[in-house]
């Protein structure tokens, strides 16, 4: 006979571990599937100052890595494989992912939200070497070197700024003609003499050889083509929820987060959903690690029908 | 065993070393890194036929630069003194106890 678990979580951000916690105390005995990376989005971060219990603020690998060994803890079984795609049409619920296929009688996705990307073939070529999503982790690398952030939110405002302490130039590339971003991140930046700003602007190609040496740059009122020299580029474009997996197999709005009247509930029966999947407003740690306990409490209930 | 890579070194630890090298390339102000660390070394005391090498990419612009690495974590396996496979950010033990796996003679 097939291997059926009670419950399968899919991610390991702080609503999959919160979800695992839980699920795991109630013995449940959860099946984590973490992705390849684990620990979500708080893995790129700092400091995080606003997660409540630690008065000093906490790094945010470190923040993971406690939720995670706190799952172990508590026998969650953790396996490191991405989850491809799922069956949710009939029970058990099947999860494929690479080398393996899971089943389970219940289900709560907590597979969070990714940096956007721009799409285009050149970006991908330089992954890595020179195309990044994450000023903080790989800022230092451009000590005296120029770059350009693409966005006009808060969060290009802010790598745009903690940029300049190593390049010696930071060009901002904004689609449009005014930031969206809030008017303090607007004035750090622009009052920064440091950084340039290129208004309707969008990147149609990214150019290098082994790594970045620049940009193709289309006006977006002129249609106009311009070339921009920069060592890298750093996307600060905003995030989109990880829904690949689950398309055809629950209701997903037009922006691709999956539709939840009570922040709990998905379209299908025994399936469950927490944190920024599910999510566009609110986006914290800590209202993902909620709804991950939300999460887990109903799928007790349900199991236990 | 794990042992500290730097530029003086480099060619003896590494390049002129036969059989699997796993180099972690790191800084002290890399959080990721501060996860990822402790993983490296564990494979470098408990696993047989492979060496584990730390580069602080802070004191070692040089090799960072020579092996294209512009985004740490990065950790890249080296097969008789060649780099083999090439891994950026923080991955389960498992995933290079695969790699190591797949390399060794």
Redesign the interface.
Same mark, same amino acid.
């Given at each position: 006979m097939e291997d059926v678990r009670k419950l399968a979580i899919i991610g390991s951000g702080p609503a999959g571990l919160t979800a695992t916690i839980y699920a795991a105390r109630a013995n449940l005995s959860p099946i984590v599937l973490a992705g390849i990376e684990f620990g979500g989005q708080l893995m790129t971060t700092t400091k995080v100052e606003n997660y409540p219990g630690f008065i000093e603020g906490i790094d945010g690998p470190e923040l993971m890595n406690n939720m995670m060994e706190q799952a172990k803890r508590f026998g969650a079984e953790i396996v490191y494989e991405f989850v491809r795609s799922t069956d949710f049409s009939k029970k058990p619920f099947v999860l494929k992912t690479d080398s393996n296929e899971y089943l389970a009688e219940s289900v709560i996705v907590a597979t969070g939200s990714t940096p956007r990307r721009l799409g285009i073939e050149s970006e991908q070529r330089f992954w890595g070497k020179g195309v990044s999503t994450c000023a903080t982790c790989d800022g230092a690398f451009y000590k005296d070197k120029i770059v350009a952030v693409i966005g006009g939110g808060d969060s290009a405002m802010e790598e745009s700024t903690f940029l300049t302490k190593f390049a010696s130039k930071v060009y901002i590339i904004h689609r449009r003609d005014e930031f969206k971003a809030s008017k303090v991140m607007q004035e750090r930046a622009l009052n920064n003499e440091k950084i340039n700003i290129v208004w309707s602007s969008e990147v149609v190609e990214v150019v290098g050889d082994t790594f970045v040496t620049g940009l193709k740059l289309k006006d977006t009122n002129t249609g106009e083509e311009s070339e921009l020299s920069v060592d890298g580029m750093f996307l600060a474009i905003g995030h989109e929820p990880m829904t690949e997996p689950f398309v055809g197999q629950m209701e997903l709005d037009p922006r691709k987060y999956i539709v939840t009247e009570d922040g709990v509930h998905t379209s299908v029966d025994g399936v469950f959903v927490a944190g920024d999947v599910a999510d566009h407003v609110y986006q914290q740690a800590i209202t993902a690690a909620g709804m991950g306990c939300k999460a887990a409490i109903m799928v007790e209930k349900y199991l236990a029908g | 065993m794990t042992v500290q890579v730097n530029e003086t070194n480099f060619a003896q630890e590494v390049q002129q070393k036969d059989g699997l090298v796993l180099l972690d390339f790191w800084?002290p102000?890399?959080?990721?890194c &501060?996860?990822l660390g402790p993983i490296i070394e564990e494979i470098g005391d408990t696993v047989e036929g492979v060496t584990v090498g730390k580069v602080n !990419?802070?004191e070692n612009p040089v090799l960072?630069e020579q092996f294209?690495? &512009?985004?740490?974590p990065?950790v890249i396996l080296f097969k008789d003194g060649q780099p083999v496979e090439q891994v !950026?950010? !923080? &991955?389960?033990k498992? !995933?290079f106890l695969a790699l190591i796996e797949k390399y060794k003679v």
């Amino acid at each position: 006979m097939e291997d059926v678990r009670k419950l399968a979580i899919i991610g390991s951000g702080p609503a999959g571990l919160t979800a695992t916690i839980y699920a795991a105390r109630a013995n449940l005995s959860p099946i984590v599937l973490a992705g390849i990376e684990f620990g979500g989005q708080l893995m790129t971060t700092t400091k995080v100052e606003n997660y409540p219990g630690f008065i000093e603020g906490i790094d945010g690998p470190e923040l993971m890595n406690n939720m995670m060994e706190q799952a172990k803890r508590f026998g969650a079984e953790i396996v490191y494989e991405f989850v491809r795609s799922t069956d949710f049409s009939k029970k058990p619920f099947v999860l494929k992912t690479d080398s393996n296929e899971y089943l389970a009688e219940s289900v709560i996705v907590a597979t969070g939200s990714t940096p956007r990307r721009l799409g285009i073939e050149s970006e991908q070529r330089f992954w890595g070497k020179g195309v990044s999503t994450c000023a903080t982790c790989d800022g230092a690398f451009y000590k005296d070197k120029i770059v350009a952030v693409i966005g006009g939110g808060d969060s290009a405002m802010e790598e745009s700024t903690f940029l300049t302490k190593f390049a010696s130039k930071v060009y901002i590339i904004h689609r449009r003609d005014e930031f969206k971003a809030s008017k303090v991140m607007q004035e750090r930046a622009l009052n920064n003499e440091k950084i340039n700003i290129v208004w309707s602007s969008e990147v149609v190609e990214v150019v290098g050889d082994t790594f970045v040496t620049g940009l193709k740059l289309k006006d977006t009122n002129t249609g106009e083509e311009s070339e921009l020299s920069v060592d890298g580029m750093f996307l600060a474009i905003g995030h989109e929820p990880m829904t690949e997996p689950f398309v055809g197999q629950m209701e997903l709005d037009p922006r691709k987060y999956i539709v939840t009247e009570d922040g709990v509930h998905t379209s299908v029966d025994g399936v469950f959903v927490a944190g920024d999947v599910a999510d566009h407003v609110y986006q914290q740690a800590i209202t993902a690690a909620g709804m991950g306990c939300k999460a887990a409490i109903m799928v007790e209930k349900y199991l236990a029908g | 065993m794990t042992v500290q890579v730097n530029e003086t070194n480099f060619a003896q630890e590494v390049q002129q070393k036969d059989g699997l090298v796993l180099l972690d390339f790191w800084a002290p102000w890399c959080g990721p890194c &501060r996860i990822l660390g402790p993983i490296i070394e564990e494979i470098g005391d408990t696993v047989e036929g492979v060496t584990v090498g730390k580069v602080n !990419v802070d004191e070692n612009p040089v090799l960072s630069e020579q092996f294209g690495v &512009r985004s740490i974590p990065t950790v890249i396996l080296f097969k008789d003194g060649q780099p083999v496979e090439q891994v !950026v950010g !923080v &991955r389960a033990k498992e !995933v290079f106890l695969a790699l190591i796996e797949k390399y060794k003679v």
